[in-house]
């Protein structure tokens, strides 16, 4: 109930400056007839995809707490036996050897992420003929609405799932007064029962599965245990409020008669009890929590829940204003049919505008303080047996989900992946130990579930596709340790440094200190085994799986040591230690540029310009890692550019976001541009494509991989914030990759690394005007490609290192190069480059001079 107080003072706060945005609209005049045409709502926790069917609707619900399985750590006691061999034959060059001794080493797959249930309304219409049919998902307000009229009547349905409530809300009305008549009823693909526990209350009570397969030939595919055994139990309550009718029990359903407007209330909940505790054996009662959430929502009348409801996202959602330009002919137009003239119209500039809020949008939907983190789905998913599992995976997926968190403005929807990060240190430190015999510090490796899995996957040695070239990646634990260190960059909060950030980051440094291991022929610190994620390195006729010191590898562990030795800087509480990194990053394996000028993936020149693989992983220096920049670098940087060049623009939907964003760190506006482009092609879900067969946008805007995932629209977003906006090498670059179809627009509420927020208006391809709120003071640098003054203080040009701590560049990391006159020198571009100082809590103004 404090919530809903708390969001009604917002939403009069809010109420007058906030205006709502027409294009904001994801909207169709047919209803969804398949998954990807469905409308997503959440709350953080409860998922929702609202299909508008006339007759038959359908709310396709989730629990991002409801999954297979319990706490299975995997661990693999082989380990400590296995992994010098391993090394053995890596250093002896035997790589094929090297990945079958891996396999001896490797663990279970993970769990898998459920379906919770179904709401369905089924009314008694003949067919399902209607006239004005309507439907949209509201992104100024997060509220689904379905309208039509049949029979003379208009008929309106408006959905929401709240936060501040914990409920889903659908509230159905009618012109004409008794005109409702319908019935309620629950399902599951899992094991379920319904009843209606009173006239006007639904309750269904389900068992997830103990086990679900990760292959279609493992002899168990779906496995329960009995009611009181393993796997987790849920409760979904639906409890209905009519006005000007009647409603009965009939059955397993309610039945309404006659009713002028209807609200259904939705609570659900699961047995989930913590990452490291059976839901079946030792979980919580779902009923407990399903029973007073609906106590608590169904008190409270519509008006005041969709208020409260409003507010509470508006506090988030209206932080940043995109205009990329207006086109009134395209906002005419359905979205899934915009979206298939995207590239014939030459662009859709309102529908980039939309589709990057849509990516915010989803953040907010699908990750809430005290929530779970998002998965490869976020936390939609209608399938007992989803696509990888509908996991966390975590050699980009996952990272990915939360690269808009920090530069769009959704900081506290970042926090769901640092408490998974504490919880993946306690079960990583076992993992570290029991397959490594290593003492310090925790680890994870590629793919992970609700109960923190940190071991290898692969399906131990049973599995004969179960492969090292992504099993054997021990690096998740530092890549999720460089979002710490990003968060407070860009809040500047040295608490959470000191008391959240600092002891996870070391940990994971601590375990990569003991893995590196010192090649006998160069002498530097090296990873052995090691891949480059899902690669494989072609040699000789044949493709190899496992060698030592990928790009990747090293590219990691150098950014977090760095991140570690400033923290300790700042901190000052553990100079022993930073005095271990600083000795160990200066004997890191370091970058090559290779025989083609470009940047190598492989511990040697190994790589084939043929290579068109989805990952490139060795570029995470340019994106999200900072030791690349075009300034500062710019040798790196041009290898960087011919390595993208070799792999090509088309790919997976995840794929191509991260290109957007390495196009954009390379300044090339138009490639950025040309990539998010092929990112706009339709994908009809009907027909039957290759998985992982190039990407593109489903008719209800998630990204295809295809199949779905989530990960390709957080990355759209933040890299069209980077075509925007960067600040990951000691400055502020406004419009550092401003395309030509971008020629005017504006940008307001962005962030930047030292606590700022930023607005920026342009035309013409210009700048001309900015503001910069500084949250925490210090030295504001900034860079445009035309000279800009302060209007409130003086400015000067900048020279030598940022004084402030917050936007301080890596600086120059070491690297050698196989052939200088095979690298291509990028394009020179005109900079101007000014400091001035801020006060916090003041905003400046930055003008053309």
């Known amino acids: 109930m404090k919530r809903i107080i708390l969001a009604l003072f917002l939403f009069q706060s809010l109420a007058a400056s906030a205006q709502p945005d027409p294009a904001l609209k994801l909207w169709y005049n047919n209803p969804a007839t398949i998954w990807e045409e469905a409308l997503p709502l959440g709350n953080g926790k409860t998922g929702a995809m609202v299909f508008g069917s006339v007759i038959k609707e359908r709310y396709q619900l989730n629990d991002n707490t409801l999954w297979s399985g319990f706490p299975d750590p995997g661990n693999n006691p082989n380990g400590p036996t296995v992994l010098p061999q391993v090394r053995e034959a890596v250093f002896?060059?035997?790589?094929?050897?090297?990945?079958?001794?891996?396999?001896?080493?490797?663990?279970?797959?993970?769990?898998?992420?459920?379906?919770?249930?179904?709401?369905?309304?089924?009314?008694?219409?003949?067919?399902?003929?209607?006239?004005?049919?309507?439907?949209?998902?509201?992104?100024?307000?997060?509220?689904?609405?379905?309208?039509?009229?049949?029979?003379?009547?208009?008929?309106?349905?408006?959905?929401f799932t709240s936060f501040p409530a914990k409920a889903m809300v659908v509230r159905l009305t009618a012109s004409k007064k008794n005109a409702l008549s319908f019935t309620v009823g629950l399902t599951s693909k899992l094991r379920f029962t319904t009843r209606a526990a009173t006239s006007n209350l639904l309750v269904l009570k389900g068992k997830a599965p103990k086990f679900v397969a990760n292959r279609p030939y493992e002899p168990k595919q779906v496995e329960y245990d009995d009611e009181k055994g393993e796997g987790m139990t849920f409760e979904i309550q639906v409890k209905l409020q009519v006005e000007g009718g009647t409603v009965k029990a009939s059955g397993d359903q309610l039945s309404v008669s006659n009713a002028t407007a209807v609200t259904i209330y939705l609570t659900e909940a699961t047995s989930f009890n913590g990452f490291d505790k059976s839901p079946g054996l030792q979980g919580k009662n779902p009923t407990i929590e399903a029973m007073a959430n609906m106590g608590k929502v169904s008190s409270i009348p519509y008006d005041v829940l969709k208020k409260a409801h409003i507010a509470d996202y508006q506090a988030l959602f209206n932080r940043v204003r995109l205009d990329l330009g207006q086109d009134a002919e395209a906002l005419k137009l359905p979205t899934d049919q915009r979206l298939k003239s995207f590239n014939k119209r030459g662009g859709d500039n309102p529908l980039v505008s939309l589709y990057y809020q849509f990516g915010r949008y989803l953040m907010i939907a699908a990750s809430r303080p005290g929530s779970r983190p998002t998965n490869l789905q976020g936390i939609w998913n209608d399938h007992v047996q989803p696509p990888w599992g509908s996991n966390y995976t975590t050699n980009?997926?996952?990272?990915?989900?939360?690269?808009?968190?920090?530069?769009?403005?959704?900081?506290?929807?970042?926090?769901?992946?640092?408490?998974?990060?504490?919880?993946l240190a306690?079960?990583?430190?076992?993992?570290?130990?029991?397959?490594?015999?290593?003492?310090?510090?925790?680890?994870?490796?590629?793919?992970?579930?609700?109960?923190?899995?940190?071991?290898?996957?692969?399906?131990?040695?049973?599995?004969?596709?179960?492969?090292?070239?992504?099993?054997?990646?021990?690096?998740?634990?530092?890549?999720f340790s460089t979002h710490l260190w990003e968060h407070y960059l860009f809040t500047g909060d040295l608490k959470f440094l000191r008391e959240q950030a600092y002891p996870l980051m070391k940990g994971a440094a601590q375990f990569q200190l003991h893995w590196l291991i010192k090649d006998p022929v160069s002498g530097y610190l090296v990873t052995n085994p090691s891949t480059s994620p899902e690669n494989t390195l072609k040699k000789d006729g044949k493709e190899y799986q496992v060698s030592m010191a990928s790009t990747m590898d090293m590219s990691l562990i150098r950014e977090l040591f760095t991140a570690l030795i400033t923290?300790?800087?700042?901190?000052?509480?553990?100079?022993?230690?930073?005095?271990?990194?600083?000795?160990?990053?200066?004997?890191?394996?370091?970058?090559?540029?290779?025989?083609?000028?470009?940047?190598?993936?492989?511990?040697?020149?190994?790589?084939?310009?043929?290579d068109k693989h989805r990952h490139l992983s060795h570029l995470f220096g340019l994106y999200p890692g900072s030791q690349i920049t075009v300034q500062q670098t710019p040798e790196l940087a041009a290898a960087a550019k011919q390595s993208l060049i070799h792999r090509g623009d088309v790919s997976t939907g995840w794929s191509m976001a991260w290109k957007v964003n390495w196009w954009a760190r390379l300044q090339d506006a138009e490639h950025a541009y040309k990539i998010l482009s092929d990112a706009f092609t339709?994908?009809?879900?009907?027909?039957?494509?290759?998985?992982?067969?190039?990407?593109?946008?489903?008719?209800?805007?998630?990204?295809?991989?295809?199949?779905?995932?989530?990960d390709g629209n957080f990355g759209?977003?933040?890299?069209?914030?980077?075509?925007?906006?960067?600040?990951?090498?000691?400055?502020?670059?406004?419009?550092?990759?401003?395309?030509?179809?971008?020629?005017?627009?504006?940008?307001?509420?962005?962030?930047?690394?030292?606590?700022?927020?930023?607005?920026?208006?342009?035309?013409?391809?210009?700048?001309?005007?900015?503001?910069?709120?500084?949250?925490?003071?210090?030295?504001?640098?900034?860079?445009?490609?035309?000279?800009v003054k302060v209007m409130e203080v003086n400015s000067k040009l900048a020279s030598g290192a940022n004084a402030n701590k917050l936007t301080t560049a890596y600086g120059m990391p070491p690297y050698e190069v196989v052939n200088k006159s095979a690298i291509t020198p990028l394009p020179q571009t005109t900079e101007y480059i000014i400091d001035f100082p801020t006060v916090k809590g003041k905003t400046y103004t930055i003008v053309p001079k």
């Not at 079958?100 to 089924?122: C, E, H, I, N, V």
């Not at 003492?439 to 994870?444: H, I, K, Q, S």
């Not at 879900?685 to 008719?699: A, I, L, N, S």
């Not at 504006?746 to 503001?771: D, H, M, Y």
């Open 716 to 787: 759209a977003t933040a890299g069209i914030t980077e075509m925007l906006l960067q600040s990951h090498d000691g400055r502020i670059s406004l419009l550092p990759a401003l395309p030509v179809n971008w020629s005017a627009g504006s940008v307001k509420g962005i962030r930047a690394r030292g606590n700022f927020t930023i607005g920026i208006q342009w035309k013409e391809q210009q700048l001309t005007k900015a503001t910069i709120y500084s949250g925490s003071g210090g030295n504001c640098r900034i860079r445009t490609t035309i000279p």
């Open 396 to 423: 980009i997926n996952t990272e990915m989900n939360y690269w808009l968190a920090e530069n769009t403005n959704l900081s506290e929807c970042h926090q769901p992946l640092f408490a998974f990060t504490k919880e």
């Open 92 to 159: 002896a060059g035997d790589y094929e050897k090297a990945a079958a001794l891996w396999k001896k080493m490797q663990g279970p797959y993970s769990a898998r992420y459920l379906p919770l249930g179904d709401l369905w309304l089924s009314f008694p219409w003949k067919d399902s003929v209607a006239e004005k049919y309507y439907r949209d998902l509201d992104l100024n307000n997060a509220i689904s609405t379905v309208r039509f009229s049949k029979e003379g009547v208009e008929y309106t349905r408006e959905a």
């Open 682 to 710: 339709y994908i009809n879900p009907r027909e039957v494509r290759e998985t992982m067969g190039g990407g593109g946008t489903y008719p209800n805007l998630f990204d295809a991989h295809p199949p779905f995932q989530i």
């Open 426 to 479: 306690v079960n990583g430190a076992v993992t570290a130990k029991v397959n490594y015999n290593i003492d310090e510090g925790w680890v994870v490796h590629h793919n992970s579930d609700l109960w923190a899995k940190t071991s290898p996957p692969g399906g131990w040695d049973w599995d004969e596709k179960g492969m090292p070239r992504w099993s054997c990646w021990p690096m998740a634990g530092v890549w």
């Open 567 to 610: 923290a300790e800087d700042l901190l000052k509480i553990d100079a022993g230690f930073k005095a271990e990194l600083v000795k160990a990053k200066e004997q890191l394996y370091p970058f090559h540029i290779g025989q083609y000028g470009q940047l190598q993936e492989w511990f040697k020149d190994w790589d084939q310009p043929s």
